[in-house]
């Protein structure tokens, strides 16, 4: 199964969602797990060079041919973390995936960017968003998970602010962390009704 994790707009948590993600399927035995990090900036593998995932692989590949080659696996779970834009690493990535998976953030510019990315998406292509860095009990929030209520895209996760600032390449994984994207990781894997 090919989980992507996209969003035309950079600093959403791309990089967390995926690497939480990648954990996640690591830490059900849902392998082999390859978490690829198709961004050129390399967040991901410098976060997974920090605290390598137990039962993940990762593939460094900001390129059409490289994120395909990793896409095309026959078994177990491959997470993409897609740089922001539309290019052709994203577009290759899309065309690819089983789910997508796209991180915002509650209120501001964000639905538009969202949108973006889901006009990209197959429409046979289950996705939904996970907001994060939310801050929980606020008007912005509620209002944001009833935006998109209200255009019919699922809301996925809702991972509050306190995991995503404890997050990145000098910080473990949290287990609260593991148990916002546990749910997640069953939206994104779950068959369609």
Known sequence: MNIVVSNVKGGVGKTTTAVYLAAVAGQRGRGPVVLVDADPQGSTAEWYDADPLE?????????????????????GIVVVDTPPGEGTVVQAALGRADAVVIPTRAGG????????????????????????????????????????????????????????IASGPTSALSSEGLEHYVKVFKKATSKPR
């Open 55 to 75: 039962g993940v692989e990762l593939v460094e590949g900001p390129s059409v041919r490289t994120v395909g080659k990793a896409m095309n696996q026959q078994d």
């Open 109 to 164: 510019v964000e639905p538009n960017r969202v949108m973006a990315t889901l006009a990209m998406t197959p429409r046979n292509v289950p996705a939904g968003v996970v907001i994060c860095s939310a801050r929980l009990g606020t008007n912005d929030l509620d209002a944001t998970v009833e935006w998109w209520t209200e255009l019919s895209v699922p809301v996925w996760g809702i991972v509050p602010e306190r995991v995503s």
